[in-house]
């Protein structure tokens, strides 16, 4: 039986009936995923149940699925926005699996922090705050972490303009550094490309 299959059938015995939906990618990766409500009983047994051993979050990420396949009619109006993923190590069988939970409201998106489980993910959840203005309850020290204090707004977010909202420069009047809207037009430029006729020697 291959590595894949034995994780596979042990996620199913032991938390089968907690997350709703498993699907494997080309055969090699497992992702689950789990509704905010039961994350932590999912969680809690992965990293402490002795058959699978979960003991490292490697990662947590924010994801944003404003414009995910936009070109698809199938796409529900109210389809789910903001998600957190984590990557988990089981060092004891050499297992990784990942674990996808969304946020029930678009508007304001909130998980439940796993940092009672795994100490390493306080930077990664306020990360994903910071990037994604996805809210972890139970975080005890839930701030920015990459922008400044004042910031407004998300850089991570689909909807985000490239230029932001604000800038900041050196007021000479002042003598001090000040915010102020953003004074430039954002653009998008795509580059014009001209290619002789048999370029690259083809026809």
């Not at 402490?48 to 396949?69: E, H, I, M, P, W």
């Not at 705050?129 to 707004?153: N, Q, S």
């Not at 689909?158 to 230029?163: A, I, T, V």
């Not at 050196?170 to 795509?190: A, F, G, L, S, W």
């Amino acid at each position: 039986m291959k590595k894949i299959e034995q994780l596979e059938l042990a996620l199913s015995e032991i938390v089968g009936g907690i997350y709703s939906n498993l699907y494997k990618f080309k055969d090699q990766e497992i992702t689950l995923e789990v509704t905010p409500e039961r994350l932590i009983e999912l969680m809690t047994i992965l990293a402490k149940d002795k058959s699978l051993a979960f003991v490292q979050c490697q990662d947590v990420c924010g994801v944003d699925y404003l414009t995910y396949k936009d070109q698809q009619d199938e796409k529900p109006a109210d389809a789910l926005r903001f998600a957190v993923v984590y990557h988990l190590l089981s060092l004891k069988h050499n297992w990784r699996v990942r674990v996808k939970c969304f946020a029930t409201n678009n508007e304001f998106p909130v998980v439940p922090s796993v940092l009672d489980i795994w100490s390493s993910v306080n930077w990664f959840e306020r990360e994903a705050f910071d990037m994604y203005g996805i809210i972890f309850d139970g975080h005890p020290d839930l701030r920015r972490i990459l922008t400044d204090y004042g910031f407004i707004g998300h850089p991570f977010r689909k909807d985000f303009p490239l230029s932001g909202y604000m800038e900041m420069r050196y007021d000479e009047e002042q003598k001090r550094v000040i915010y102020q809207p953003v004074t430039i037009e954002p653009r998008e430029i795509t580059p014009r490309i001209i290619r002789e006729e048999h370029y690259g020697g083809r026809n």
